[in-house]
Each structure stands twice: as C-alpha cells, then as structure tokens.
C-alpha cells in the first residue's frame, strides 16, 4: 500500500510540477528476475524510475537515509534496504540475491553516488550480482534532475524530466572465480548500455568519445 500510494502521488505531482515524459515502457519484461541499472542525477531519482517501470521494484539505499526507526521503517516498507558504501557489504548482496531469486526486480545505481549530470565509473557490485543471479538486465536513462538535490523536492519536481528506458539484456554466465578486469570490463558493458539511452552531454567517462580502457 505504501509503494502504491508513493508512486501515485509521485505521478501526480511529476504532471503537476515538471514536463515528465517515459519512453520504452514496452521494454520492461513482465516476469522473471529483473535488475533495473540506470544513472544517478539527484536524491529523488528512485522515486523518478519507481513510477517510470511498471514492476515493483526493491532498492539499496545508503545507510545513512536509515536515520531512527520512523525512518528506516518507512523506507524499509517502501521497498529499500541499508547498503553501507563504505565496505564490502555482504548482508545487502545477500539480500538482493534473495529478491531476485524470488523473481524480484532491484533498482541499482552502480555509480555508487550522484554524478550531478555527467557520469561517473561505477562500482563493479552490480557485475557480480548479475553473475551470480542470472538476472536480466534492464538499463534506464535519467535526465534533468541534476538540479533536484534535496530528497524533499519529491513533493515538488520541476523542470524537463526525461526517463528512457532501454531494451533488456544479459551478460554470459562466467564459470568460477572472476577476477577484477572482467568484472570491469561487463561493468563498463552494462554502463555502456545506459549511456547510449542519454545525450552525449551526460554520459561522461561512458562517452563514446573516450577510450573506457584509461
């Protein structure tokens, strides 16, 4: 109920407030585990894809948003889960693994943190997820909320607010240990994959210009 209710009021005060407009809902596959990796502009952007895909999407999210038991309930109840950016954090792999396993879909912002508008290398957790799920993947692109940095602003999102969604995809299933450069090499793959649903301007070290390999 909470998620419903959340996502409505999103819904309305993105019409109300903001020109928001989706493209490639088509492309969400209906069933079967799903992770959702797109770019990170602002602290609303969870919310932004939440009513953007048509499945119920779970989260990570930092932390320190999990701030006193009203709070982290609320969040825990809308669908996040606490990752701690500053290790390696086993019980949020765990708990991702679990969801997808149940054919749930997770939201992932491998950047780690907000790029403010041109994108930076991301973290290469979400190519191990994938490895060991077998999940699909589905990249989303994210644009004009760069300007948004409150978490509050959800109650009042302006601006060209733009999601695109792409199509899903996979990535071969490695057997074994996978050391750190084909980590990197599919995470730079899938980043790839959302880069190219963005303009040139915002795609940063994933442009098409640069050598991904320095």
Known sequence: M??????????VTLNCFSNYEVSGRENVPPVGP???VSNHLSNID?????????RRLKFLAKSSLFAGPFISGLLRWYGAYPLHRDRIDVASFKWALNQLREDGVILIFPEGTRSRGSMIRAKSGVAR???MSDATILPVGITGTEHIGNVLRVVNPTGDIKVNIGSPF???KIDGPIDSPILKSMTDLIMERVSVLLPETYRGVYSLKKDHNK
């Open 2 to 11: 909470l998620y419903s209710t959340c996502n409505f009021l999103q819904k």
């Open 34 to 36: 799903l992770i959702v």
């Open 129 to 131: 997820l994938v490895q």
């Open 170 to 172: 996979s990535l071969p």
């Open 46 to 54: 969870p919310s932004i894809v939440a009513v953007s895909v048509s």
